[in-house]
Nanobody, 122 residues
Framework: QVQLVESGGGLVQAGGSLRLSCAASGRTVSTYIMAWFRQAPGKEREFVARITWNGGFTYYGDSVKGRFTISRDNRKNLVYLQMNVLKPEDTALYYC???????????????WGQGTQVTVSS
């Protein structure tokens, strides 16, 4: 069993930055692929980024590539999402998720946090 708790969301002006954190608990959490997804009101859930268990490989959705960076610290069981040059269209509820499968499809993820809200004002 893996528990995930996100933090770090908030209100920021366009062009600003935020860093989201995901605290993971569970005996084998360091072996999971970790990812961030987001969902805006009235829209489908969108893949944002994922990272392999050792942090050696990352992959990003097209809409955030070059602006967001995912990282992890397995000693602390933390996953981060550094978000730079934020845009109003980045406004969404951001979720941390864990999977045994390398995928950008949220249906492949077994564990989810409750989400943290990011709002970008223009």
């Amino acid at each position: 069993q893996v528990q995930l708790v996100e933090s770090g969301g908030g209100l920021v002006q366009a062009g600003g930055s935020l860093r989201l954190s995901c605290a993971a608990s569970g005996r084998t959490v360091s072996t999971y692929i970790m990812a961030w997804f987001r969902q805006a009101p009235g829209k489908e859930r969108e893949f944002v980024a994922r990272i392999t268990w050792n942090g050696g490989f990352t992959y990003y959705g097209d809409s955030v590539k070059g602006r967001f960076t995912i990282s992890r610290d397995n000693r602390k069981n933390l996953v981060y999402l550094q978000m730079n040059v934020l845009k109003p269209e980045d406004t969404a509820l951001y979720y941390c998720a864990a999977s045994r499968t390398t995928s950008s499809d949220g249906r492949e993820y077994d564990y989810w946090g409750q989400g943290t809200q990011v709002t970008v004002s223009s």
